[in-house]
């Protein structure tokens, strides 16, 4: 059964930071690719970052790179999202999605999705 719980969004001040975490299940742990995407009011959506399961390779979004680090724990099941100097377009709901279909940066390409966990970066 797949199974992703984002925790850990909340309020913070532009140049602050936050960590996302999204406890998986045992099966979803055996998809490939793992990532966090995420909606912006009145933008489209983005995938921020993704990691391969099997080696920890990542990737990201060029609105992140430097500033965002996505990372795994295996043993906890948990992929989490470290965010730094956060800006206010940063502001958005973080999903974790996996089971990817096509290209990594591709939102539609991601097939499972949790339920999100919101981020607002406000002075």
């Known amino acids: 059964q797949v199974q992703l719980m984002e925790s850990g969004g909340g309020s913070v001040q532009p140049g602050g930071s936050l960590r996302l975490s999204c406890e998986y299940s045992?099966?979803?742990?055996?998809?490939?690719?793992l990532a966090w995407i995420r909606q912006a009011p009145g933008n489209e959506r983005e995938v921020v970052a993704a990691i391969v399961n099997r080696n920890g390779n990542t990737f990201y979004a060029d609105s992140v790179r430097g500033r965002f680090a996505i990372s795994q724990d295996h043993t906890e099941n948990t992929v989490y999202l470290q965010m730094n100097n956060l800006k206010p377009e940063d502001t958005g709901v973080y999903y974790c999605?996996?089971?990817?279909?096509?290209?990594?940066?591709?939102?539609?390409?991601?097939?499972?999705w949790g339920q999100g966990t919101q981020v607002t970066v406000s002075s």
């Open positions: 999605a996996s089971e990817l279909r096509g290209t990594w940066n591709h939102p539609g390409d991601w097939g499972d």
């Open positions: 045992r099966y979803t742990g055996r998809r490939a690719f």
